[in-house]
């Protein structure tokens, strides 16, 4: 009996490589379409529908291993092993340098591909260990008060599109015949909150602000070739985002000709019948997302096409079609060739949470602080007698990580960055003083006589993932991650008062946070302020180098920050009228676009190639900046356009930005290139047009508004152009 069990198992395992060695998947020098074709010939429906959910189970007849397709990487590798852990993604909006962040995704994707190298060895196939990442977020951060406002580069369409190509080609790579990893623009679309509603909200957007701010990015990641495209959980315009006709077919398949495949927001499809409703159940809800192209269920109702091919709801060719398409993206990502087939399969181990990575983590946070206000307290020496460091941030890791977060064995705080950077003949001192966002039980209070006993003080304040963030990670929001509360927790602005009272020695505020929030009562308690966001593993050193002079800051708010939630429209308003810098006419606190310097920068001789030209024509502007200064830094030159004010046209649009390091006393030529484009409005009906008219264009390190000058931004230059 055991003779006959060996030989039969001899004889499937002979049948078994035969089948293999006849089938055209197993092919690399086979055409892409002809490899995807044979595979699904040979699955039956049952494994057809589970190789279409994010868990996709192994074939064993076929040599199919398991695979996840759910990972993360928006700053870095999330909820794997240890990686670098990246600054978060509004930071990387703050830099304004999308060379920068190309790099970043570059090694990003380097230590995926590792990661992944060393978990096939060990046969591991487990969740957040594969190569789909859904990864970058890039909705429009139309309101403050969207808790995973953090997770985007900003309320710009024109930098968020910049930011977002420079990511997703970093992390796909440049090899023509293979993906490095595959990257995913999410939430499609129109997506900003509310988060307790978004499982049933019903987001309505005008054909201009769609195809003009919430559409924009996702066309330039199309354009880039990303591979895969995650619709949201909500509607827009009445039609549930991974059900929809307009956002999947029309705009996706049919206008902008999208190859990838589309992935659903976890738990969207089963909205359907449960938020939605839209449809009385799961077979009707799995029907239409698949009939409307969504090839991947993030989740579990993609077993009901089943009952669905029953019914008649579908047919298995419509399935057929959308697995193809799925299954493309693992074929590209090398998965069904043998070893060594692709030049990512060897990039090893050395280059996870390397030296390299960190020093590119930590000019991702100096690039990114923004010093919000400084009456020359900064940069500070070194070797003062002594420090003292308070508040509830400055030795807190949840303060570095923002969400999506992941985990390293080196993670520098504000309280190590700073104390690293002190001499050692000075002293410095450390106590919380506060918790986060609650009065203390105890109501000693030792902190103050510190600081009136210090030459300065740094009060690392704001806010950190457990206040702002998604539905169910935020676990101290009682507002399911927004922040329907603009102010700074009470007990904090309480604590900087107590600091400031009596004291005549410098305080620094060093406030961290992934949103705008209401600084003013900082802004008038503390000698300097910088915005530090989320500032990843190194954000303590980078902390220090600013603080200390080692580094002019050099970041730019993405985000504009209101004086208060009453200067904008209600939450759940996706009008832009009133919102962003494009169409705010309130004056806000901080502009978008401000940051200032240690040194000053001027703006002179701005050219344009022509006056007056007719329509479609492109146009040059030069400018020449001069770092006026005392000390080096780097600039951020910003292009706004005005178009012709006819109807509803923005105020302002970004339109260019060039990142320009400068010795004191240097001068540069900075020019950029007015393309029909770039000139081009977006009318009513949604459709781009190019106006006649006359275009005020302008190139500064700031918005060109009064409050930016009043901040302490330099005026920068400005013409018209005249288009007819």
Known sequence: MNKFRLLFSLILVCLICVAHAQSVYLDPSKPLDDRVNDLVSKLTLDEKVHQMMNTSPAIPRLGISAYDWWNEALHGIARS??????????????????????????????????????????????????????TPNINIFRDPRWGRGQETYGEDPFLTATIGVAFVTGMQGDDPLHLKVAAC?????????????????????SPKDLFETYLPAFKALVDAHVEAVMCAYNRTNNEPCCGSNLLLDDILRNEWHFKGHVVSDCGAIADFYMGHNVVPGQAEAVALSVKHGVDLNCGDEYPALIEAVKRGLITEKEIDAALATLLKTRFKLGMFDPKGSSPYDNISQDVINSDAHRQLAKQVALESIVLVKNNGVLPLRNDLPKYFITGPTAANLDALIGNYYGVNPEMTTILEGLASGISHASQMQFKPGILLD???????????????????????????GLLEGEEGESIG?????????????QNQIDFLKKLRE?????????VTGGSPMNLAEVQELADAVLLVWYPGEEGGHAVSDIVFGKVSPSGRIPVTFPKSFDQLPPYTDYSMKGRTY???????MYPFGYGLSYTSFSYSNLKLSAALVKKN??????????????????EVVQLYITNPQTGNNPLFSLKGFKRVGLKPGESKTVAFSLTPAILQSINNDGQAVELSGDYHVYIGGSLPTKRSEELGMAKGAESILSVK
């Open 185 to 205: 623009a999410k939430h499609f679309a129109v997506h900003s909150g509310p988060e307790r509603l978004r499982h049933s909200f019903n987001a309505l957007a």
């Open 582 to 588: 494009r169409y705010m006419t309130a004056e806000p």
């Open 617 to 634: 024509t492109a146009v040059n502007a030069e400018v020449t900046v001069t770092n006026s200064g005392k000390m080096e830094a780097d």
């Open 477 to 489: 929001s009682p507002t399911y991650g927004d922040r329907l509360d603009y102010n700074l927790p």
């Open 502 to 510: 009596g004291n005549k020695n410098k305080i620094v505020a060093i």
């Open 438 to 464: 609650r009065p203390n039980a105890n109501p000693i209070d030792w902190t103050t006589g510190d600081a009136k006993a210090s030459k300065v003080t740094f009060v690392a304040m704001g806010i950190t």
């Open 81 to 134: 092993g240890v990686a670098t852990v990246f600054p978060q993604a509004i930071a990387f909006g703050a830099t304004f340098d999308d060379k920068l962040i190309h790099n970043v995704s570059t090694a990003i994707s380097d230590e995926a591909r590792a990661m992944y190298n060393a978990a096939q060895a060990d046969d591991y196939h487990q969740r957040f260990g594969g190569l789909t990442f859904w």
